[in-house]
């Protein structure tokens, strides 16, 4: 593929719609965030990375951590986090209380708030420090040993974050919670708050593109694990816009409310797209079009 030449078909395709959407001003921090800017990056399963774009301008990771998260539980070979989180797509808004109530405080799946609270949770109980394992996986998966929280973010995300206490002690009255909801809260806020840019989440997206291997070519995923992360990535990554971006895009998608949006095709490379206005959804529109125009001119839809 001539990557350069696929980038600048992107840019060109996404260039009308920078700054379409609304950023998400429920989360001060994200508030005051430009929405016109714009970054696209492809990182190749080889080592290789292609850009356009602002892809050097931090933002907050958001819900793509929740992706990472979740590839920390799996790796420690426990399946508790499976009787505790579903594997199904939601339907409803990704910090909908209504289906914690009618299910009795089990989440749908592992990648809307109630269930990513479960798995930072669960990560929290099997590490002592659910900040710190992620951290220290997206530093060494990125390239950036300096990634950190934004703290600015994470302050907002525990002002703003009353609905997210509402699920996680509604899940705690079912006996669903391992520790105390605040400080699984804080450790759930806090992993969503990572700055990071997006080269650098492309880069650590490989890890998912390559079946679980890490840059230093260590193994932290079985194949199997990898393979059950993308496909919730299809089924239910980008909340329930999911059956629309499965449609349009064809690949495997995390998305997060800072405007990024992480996209894989095993063997070969992991796509990172960044633009903060959101649709009604929570998804990036300028994000679902470079991605939609990356399927479609590199011939690279799964399905």
């Known amino acids: 593929m001539d990557y350069q030449r696929v980038i600048e078909q992107v ?10 959407g609304a950023v998400a001003d429920y989360i001060p921090g994200l508030a005051k965030v430009n929405p016109k800017q714009f970054g696209f990056a492809i990182a190749t399963a080889d080592g290789d990375c292609y850009t356009g774009g602002d892809v050097d301008v931090p933002f907050a990771i958001e819900s793509i951590s929740k992706a990472f998260a979740l590839a920390l539980v799996l790796s420690r070979k426990d399946s508790e986090v499976w009787k505790r989180v579903r594997r199904e ?6 910090n909908d209380l209504i289906e914690i109530q009618l299910e009795n405080g089990i989440p749908r ?13 669960q990560l929290l109980s099997d590490t002592g420090d659910a900040v710190a394992a992620l951290r220290d996986l997206l530093r060494a998966e990125s390239g950036n040993p300096a990634l950190e929280v934004d703290s600015v973010i994470a302050e907002s995300e525990l002002r703003s974050g009353d609905r997210n206490r509402a699920i996680a002690y509604l899940m705690a009255s079912f006996g669903n919670m391992r520790n ?3 400080l699984a809260l804080d450790h759930y806020f806090r992993q969503c708050s990572f700055s990071i ?6 880069k650590a997206g490989r890890l998912i593109a ?13 194949r199997e694990d990898a393979r059950h992360i993308t496909a919730l990535m299809t ?14 895009v064809g690949l495997p998608v995390k ?7 992480l996209a894989v095709v095993p063997d070969k490379y992991s796509i990172a797209a960044w633009g903060p206005g959101l649709d009604a959804k929570g998804n990036s529109v300028a994000g679902a079009v470079a991605l939609e125009t990356f399927a479609r001119v590199s011939k690279s839809a799964v399905f």
């Open 11 to 20: 840019m060109s395709a996404t260039a009308p719609h920078i700054g379409e």
């Open 89 to 94: 797509p939601s339907g409803l808004a990704f």
């Open 109 to 121: 799946n592992p990648y809307i708030n109630p269930g990513a609270i479960v798995v930072a949770d």
């Open 180 to 182: 105390s909801v605040e």
């Open 197 to 202: 840019t997006c080269a650098e989440l492309a």
């Open 210 to 222: 390559r079946h679980g291997l890490r840059a230093d070519g260590s193994r932290l995923l079985s």
């Open 235 to 248: 089924m239910c990554g980008t909340y329930d816009g999911a059956g629309e971006f499965a449609y349009r």
């Open 255 to 261: 998305s997060g409310v800072g405007g990024g949006l």
